[in-house]
Nanobody, 124 residues
């Protein structure tokens, strides 16, 4: 199994940027496909982006395409989400997730491992 810890969240003005990190420990990081999700109060957990084990393939939700970028550094056992042009509707708890898969999963139930989340608040 793998343990995941998100960091980098906080309070930011609309139009600003944040870079989230997800530090992994335990099993070999490169054995896991990774994803980013978010959940706002009263809403379902929402898929944002996924990346393959080597980082060669990525998938983005239409809502964040062009603003958010997912990448990973397997040598550092770390997953990243660069978020630009943030909007108040981006306010949510952001989670990273991992699964020993061959494909790219976009459904939360398809991931076996989750971090505890980091709060992102975008003010107007």
């Amino acid at each position: 199994q793998v343990q995941l810890v998100e960091s980098g969240g906080g309070l930011v003005q609309a139009g600003g940027s944040l870079r989230l990190s997800c530090a992994a420990s335990g099993r070999t990081f490169s054995s896991y496909a990774m994803g980013w999700f978010r959940q706002a109060p009263g809403k379902e957990r929402e898929f944002l982006a996924a990346i393959s084990r080597t980082g060669g393939r990525t998938v983005y939700a239409d809502l964040v395409k062009g603003r958010f970028t997912i990448n990973r550094d397997n040598a550092k056992n770390t997953l990243y989400l660069q978020m630009n042009t943030l909007k108040p509707e981006d306010t949510a708890v952001y989670y990273c997730a991992a699964d020993p898969q061959l494909g790219l999963y976009i459904i939360p139930n398809e991931y076996h491992y989750w971090g505890q989340g980091t709060q992102v608040t975008v003010s107007s």
